[in-house]
């Protein structure tokens, strides 16, 4: 990866470095089964290191989000960047800063930016994807949104991936556990060891991925 940890480290997001390596050593495999996309595009750190591995293959990372901010980046929350406020739409704006990043990084044609919220851009997807990364809002209902919308199109050796894994409650929000676990117990998905908070699963080669009962 032309990837030098000094200038990534400039990037704005939430993504350890460890983890982000993985990102990419898993997409390089990912991106030869089809596409890959990611929901929580932020920034644009995790598309850096998917999308460089994608570009390795010619392959494609589609990245969603709807630029606006999480719940908790909003105004008076713990992770709001006042640097990412555009006064002129006087909202919290990402989408700048992301195509900045992209550019920087020379994705342009490897990273496609869809901006939207995620199931209104799955209601008309019928792609296969080589990888689904989670990793936008963290209530349990936008989580459980995510995983229903996307997880059905990942190809059978494809890569369901989701960030921010706290098996204590002490450590951080439970929804994307709640819904990794969700994922396990729909039997279509074999564990693969965590890195840090990065869930990784495989997908199976059986049967069609129901969205099961919402907690
Ligand atoms: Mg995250």
């Known amino acids: 990866m032309k990837c030098e940890a000094a200038l990534l480290s400039q990037v704005k997001g939430f993504l350890d470095p460890v983890e982000g390596m993985q990102l990419y050593e898993i997409a390089k495999k990912a991106s030869r089964l089809g596409p890959c ?8 750190k995790s598309a850096v290191y998917l999308g ?8 494609i990372l589609f990245s969603i989000d709807h630029h606006c901010g ?13 640097s990412l406020f555009n006064y002129d739409l006087f909202q919290v704006d990402t989408l700048n800063h992301f195509r900045r990043t992209i550019s920087a990084w020379g994705l342009e044609n490897t990273v496609v930016p869809i901006v ?8 008309a997807w019928a ?3 080589g990888l689904v990364f989670i990793d936008g809002g963290h209530s349990y209902e936008t989580a459980f949104t995510d995983y229903s919308c996307w997880a059905q199109h990942i ?9 921010d894994i706290f098996e204590n409650p002490a450590q951080g929000g439970q929804a994307p556990f709640q819904v990794y676990q969700l994922a396990l117990a729909s039997g279509l998905f074999q564990e693969l060891p965590r890195v840090k908070t990065l869930g990784v699963l495989q997908r199976l080669n059986c049967g069609q991925i129901s969205a099961g009962p919402q907690a």
């Not at 939207?116 to 209601?123: E, L, P």
């Not at 190809?155 to 960030?163: D, K, T």
């Open 52 to 59: 460089s591995a994608c570009l390795e293959n010619q392959g």
């Open 155 to 163: 190809v059978p050796g494809g890569y369901l991936l989701i960030h």
């Open 116 to 123: 939207a919220r995620s199931q209104i851009a799955a209601r």
């Open 127 to 129: 792609t296969p994807l």
């Open 37 to 44: 996309l990611e929901i929580g595009s932020y920034c644009g």
């Open 70 to 82: 999480s719940e908790e980046q909003q105004p008076g929350e713990e992770y709001f960047d006042p």
